[in-house]
């Protein structure tokens, strides 16, 4: 292979002559030590590229070698439960090759290459097969069978297939198609830029359901959808992400820390393993990937990252799964991807960011979808997005912010006046959305009730009318408002507090299934509609608001899962005690 | 014996292109030796064919584009570290200015350090007593943690950070426990008030200072944080020591960075500062914390100055999203003569949640600290709200609040700049004030711990 020369080296930018032979996006081993890096520009001979290791020591005149592939991912039996960085590199297996620090040049694969794994052919010799066609399984772990799928660009009728325990590089089958025989393995490989093919997209229908009452309740995010953050810092973007991983109903879950705290990785790698999925029991880190690219690693690695993880989400789906792919923070991704376009001297758009911001941005999300998969048993896979946004100081009008919003359906608003009422989540309620609301709508109605949407809408309203009002009660004083309204404000801020606050670190509030959530807005619903006729009988609105079940529906949140059936008795109350108020009144 | 050059083609600002070079590196260290011999160091910012350019650490003045030579040393800026680190007083590069001996250096380190494998971390939890209510409270510190305190210029920083080095202990412990501290530009006055007061309490001896004053070359400063921080390594990781890192004042340290940028006429970022600052300044915060199976930590407090009292400027911004949190002073709170200046509301510790609570402080710290919170919160929009429609328009619960806020700063977050308070005593402190409410509107805390501890008097 031809040897390339370096000329230039600025930052993670390298550029070196001699590269007539390499492709845009090849990976490339840079200088004697052999740093890893990616052409990202081609002019003649000319590449620069962009170096995924720390460039210190690296000087003009030496070699530059072409590995002839792009950057890809490893495939496999082994991704589960394994901490990577953003290329992929394993950071348990460099801990303990090279110790606590990440020292450069190391060269650990992805997947172990000796550990055996049970694979189970679910094909027969003669069989006649395509791309996505599964032909075995392997459990991987208590909860995630591992689905050995026909890679694309083989078509063919199976000569051989094998059972037992194999290493990811053994063959397990043998396919003949038009150009011969091809070996199948467990180990396969793909370019993380491209995105993996499907059959057809189909659109979301299904919620994620994620146990966050404001998210699930008011702006749900749709297995196969995309969601952003954005929010500034202390606003809680980290903790919906850590609660998202932790209890959305998705089966597989990558989650990117991408440019941020060493610290917050570190959390999940210790709570994971310790905290039970609601659904299948198991530790939750049996269904998680952890790519932890850090903001004190390589920035160019930290552009790679989200790609990375996103490839491996695609290879979980087309197994036919749900996977939900959390990235922390995409601001720090367009960050890498400015820094880079700065050194390749590139032409600035706004705030310095590269004009294809938003062309990235979109290429991304866009890799998210609920899907008809490859291959044969009709399966349907979805990938959801969710993506944190870090704007300067908070403010929306923020490039990554605006890229964003135009290509995601959801909007979660994090502001700060609420985080700094310890309002969490912090989500403005009033001017974020969801745009799965109508492909949502007959999910709800069955699994929730008929009343759902409007008891969604009621609750909505109310807060909006609640903003109205506190604004002309900020001029005359509550006081001078109708006992209706006041009513309303009352209620609003049960709402608020009683079922949109949500404590992230209290056991019990943490995660609220969908039926209990149903259950706490009902209850709120009904005092509310109660006291409304109550108070047109003329009863005392001081005597309603201080109903003693007010204080049990603000504790409803504490209901555990198993005893749902209290709210049958905090329903009771309401209406004993509403009949109490409402005889004290008559005989008034 | 490095090959040395004369040719120097142009020097503008802290930058130096060094022409008809061979061999040289990325960020190598670069000494530059003016014709009366005294030495300058520098790193190469960027290697282009046979053309260097290098960033000065002690600004150009004197350089001259013709008699000056030029050497480049294969190898990055170190300092010498041993444990005799600990008393002495180093320049913002790492010489010693106390007129006490050179290092004997145990070994040599690249400041640049290395970054800790994420996996290698072990997630801080041990509570960290500063003895400030405001901080313990309500913005618990633990060890391994990276707190800055957000501040403004003539707020009462020094005395709150010399306060913290001075008090901060981990309860039911005898370690060894060291402070690092870097100068970035701050006054004689405000680095003299550290010393003294470090020489005072003895903290002297576990100590080790990396000073640049104001009128040190500017340029200097962008090398003593990362001076400060492989101190810390070394005696954390190596040593097994407890390290507090006070870093004072990063604001300083930011304009360094922006004008060696503009120097190199790069692409400016919001109000002029690099698009790389944050990564430049996580790169290095994230050198604080704990890794699994050594003894040893780097607590990190960062002071800086909020330009025009503004946190959405880009160096407290950047800084909240590299940081665990972050102390806000404010100058309103300062006027009304409260010390310490907290403003609580918008302060945050992240790590909190996992260094309080039953065992580490009190069972009933969570629940205390949401109650406080709340109550504070309400009590300010209660005050806010007064200031529009007058007290009268109040409700007679919301008048509670009022006066709930006004105690809680005079009686909660103010305290003595000697005093040291037990978390013991600043949670009672907290029920005591409570108790003006309601027993209704205390709903952020369990009945139990109501029954427990609002009820008894004697605390
Ligand atoms: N749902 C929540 N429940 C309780 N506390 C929360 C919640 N969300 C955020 N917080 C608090 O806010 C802090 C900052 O949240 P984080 O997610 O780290 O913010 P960001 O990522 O936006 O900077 C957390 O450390 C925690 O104390
Ligand atoms: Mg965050």
Redesign the pocket.
């Known amino acids: 292979m031809k040897e390339g020369r370096i000329i230039k080296v600025s930052g993670p930018l390298v550029v070196a002559l001699g590269m007539d032979e390499a492709k845009m996006y090849n990976v490339v081993r840079v200088g004697e030590k052999k740093l890893i890096g990616e052409v990202i520009e081609l002019r003649g001979d000319r590449a620069s590229i962009q170096v995924y290791e720390e460039t210190g020591g690296l000087g003009p005149g030496e070699p530059v070698f072409d590995t002839g592939e792009p950057l890809s991912v490893e495939l496999g039996p082994g991704l589960i439960q394994s901490i990577y960085d953003g290329i992929q590199r394993p950071l348990d297996m460099i801990r303990k090759k090279v110790g606590d620090h990440i020292t450069r040049g190391i060269d650990i694969p992805a997947l172990d290459r000796k550990k055996k794994w049970k694979f189970g052919p679910s094909i027969k010799e003669g069989n006649k097969v395509s791309p996505g066609d599964i032909i075995g399984t392997v459990q991987e772990t208590s909860v995630v069978v591992h689905k050995i799928m026909v890679p694309p660009g083989i078509d063919g009728v199976v000569e051989e297939v094998k059972e037992g325990e194999f290493t990811i590089e053994e063959t397990i089958a043998e396919i003949k198609t038009d150009s011969g025989i091809r070996e199948i393995k467990m180990l396969q490989r793909w370019p993380v830029r491209r995105e993996r093919p499907c059959r057809e997209k189909l659109p979301p229908c299904i919620p994620l359901i994620t146990g966050q009452r404001i998210i699930d309740a008011f702006f749900p995010v749709a297995k196969g959808g995309t969601a952003c953050v954005p929010?500034p810092?202390?606003?809680?973007?980290?903790?919906?992400l850590h609660?998202f991983a932790k209890w959305s109903d998705a089966e597989i879950v990558i989650y990117v820390g991408c440019g941020e705290r060493g610290n917050e990785m570190t959390d999940v790698l210790m709570e994971f393993p310790e905290l039970d999925d609601p659904r299948t029991g198991e530790k939750l880190i049996k269904r998680t990937v952890l790519i932890a690219n850090t903001s004190n690693m390589p920035v160019a690695a930290r552009e790679a990252s989200i790609y990375t993880g996103i490839t491996i989400a695609e290879y979980f789906r087309d197994m036919g799964y749900s996977v939900a792919l959390m990235a922390d923070s995409t601001s720090r991704w367009a960050e890498a991807l400015r820094e880079i376009s700065g050194r390749l001297e590139e032409m600035p758009g706004e705030e310095g960011y590269p004009a294809y911001l938003p062309t990235r941005a979109a290429q991304f999300y866009e890799r998210a979808g609920r899907v008809k998969c490859l291959g044969g048993n009709n399966r349907e896979g979805a990938l959801s997005v969710l993506g944190?946004v870090s704007p300067p100081g908070g403010d929306l009008s923020d490039p990554v912010v605006q890229a964003t919003l135009k290509v995601v359906q959801v909007f979660w608003s994090?502001e700060d006046w609420l985080?700094y009422e310890r309002h969490?989540?912090?989500i403005n309620w009033l001017n974020s959305y969801s745009l799965y609301i109508d492909n949502l709508r007959e999910y709800f109605r069955k699994e929730a009730g008929e009343d759902w949407a409007e008891m969604r809408r009621e609750a909505m309203a109310i807060l909006q009318k609640e903003a109205e009002l506190k604004e002309i009660a900020r001029l005359v004083g509550v006081d001078a408002l109708s006992v209706e309204d006041r009513l309303t404000l009352e209620t609003a801020k049960s709402i608020r507090e009683d079922f949109l606050h949500?404590?992230?670190?209290h056991e019990v509030d943490t995660y609220t299934s969908f039926a209990k959530q149903y259950r706490m807005l009902k209850v709120i619903r009904l005092f509310h509609s109660q006291a409304e006729e109550a108070l047109q009988r003329g009863v005392d609105f001081k005597e309603l608001t201080s109903l003693p079940v007010r204080e049990e529906i603000a504790r409803a949140r504490y209901i555990t899962e198993d005893k749902l059936e209290t709210f049958d008795a905090v329903e009771q109350k309401i209406a004993a005690q509403m009949k109490e108020v409402k005889g004290a009144s008559v005989s008034a | 014996m490095a090959k040395e050059y004369l040719t120097i083609r142009e020097i503008v600002g802290p930058l130096v292109l060094v022409e008809e070079v061979s061999g040289a590196t990325y960020d190598e260290l670069v000494e530059l030796e003016l014709p009366d011999g005294e030495i300058r160091r520098g790193k190469v910012l960027e290697v282009d064919e046979d053309k260097a350019l290098v960033q000065l650490f002690e600004g150009s003045s004197g350089v001259d584009v013709f008699g000056s030579r030029v050497r480049f040393l294969g190898k990055g800026i170190e300092l010498s570290v041993s444990m005799d680190l600990l008393g002495r007083v180093f320049d913002g590069l790492g010489r010693p200015i106390d007129g006490g001996p050179r290092i004997l250096p145990e070994k040599r380190l690249d400041i640049n350090g290395t970054p800790i494998n994420p996996y290698a971390r072990d997630y801080p939890s041990e509570f960290i007593q500063t003895g400030i209510s405001a901080i313990d409270g309500l913005n618990t510190l633990v060890r391994g943690q990276k707190l800055p305190i957000f501040s403004g210029a003539g707020l009462p920083h020094p005395q709150i950070a010399a306060q913290i080095a001075r008090q901060a202990k981990v309860l039911g412990e005898e370690e060894e426990f060291a402070v690092v501290f870097g100068a970035m530009g701050i006054t004689f006055e405000e680095s003299d008030y550290f010393i003294s007061d470090f020489r005072r309490t003895g903290a002297i001896d576990r100590a080790a200072l990396f000073i640049n004053l104001a009128d040190d070359p500017a340029i200097e400063r962008l090398a003593t944080p990362r001076m400060a921080f492989t101190a810390a390594e070394y005696l954390a990781f190596d040593k097994g020591m407890h390290v507090l890192v006070i870093l004072s004042d990063m604001t300083n340290y930011c304009e360094a960075l922006r004008e060696v940028s503009a120097a190199r006429k790069e692409v400016p970022g919001r109000r002029g500062y690099p698009g790389y600052l944050y990564t430049d300044l996580a790169s290095m915060y994230e050198r604080a914390g704990r890794i699994k199976g050594r003894q040893g930590s780097i607590t990190l407090m960062t002071i800086l100055t909020m330009p025009e009292d503004d946190k959405t400027h880009p160096i407290p911004d950047l800084t909240g999203?590299i940081t665990e949190g972050q102390i806000i002073l404010s100058r309103q709170i300062h006027k009304k003569g409260i010390y310490p200046p907290i403003d609580v509301l918008p302060s945050?510790s992240?790590l909190k949640?996992k260094g309080i609570g039953e065992g580490k402080t009190r069972e009933d710290h969570s629940d205390v600290f949401n109650q406080l919170f709340a109550a504070y919160a309400r009590g300010k929009e209660a005050q806010e709200l007064a200031v529009i429609l007058g007290e009268a328009a109040l409700s007679e619960t919301d008048k509670l609040f009022f006066t709930f806020a006004d105690r809680f700063e005079l009686e909660y977050v103010q305290q003595g700049e000697d005093e040291d308070r037990t978390i013991a005593e600043t949670l009672n402190l907290g029920w005591s004030l409570l108790r003006m409410l309601p027993a209704a509107e205390l709903k952020r805390i369990r009945p139990e711990f109501i029954e427990k501890y609002l009820k008894e008097d004697a605390h």
């Open positions: 929010g810092f202390g606003s809680g973007k980290t903790v919906i609660q944190a994090l985080a969490f989540p912090a949500q404590n992230a670190f | 999203y945050l992240r949640d």
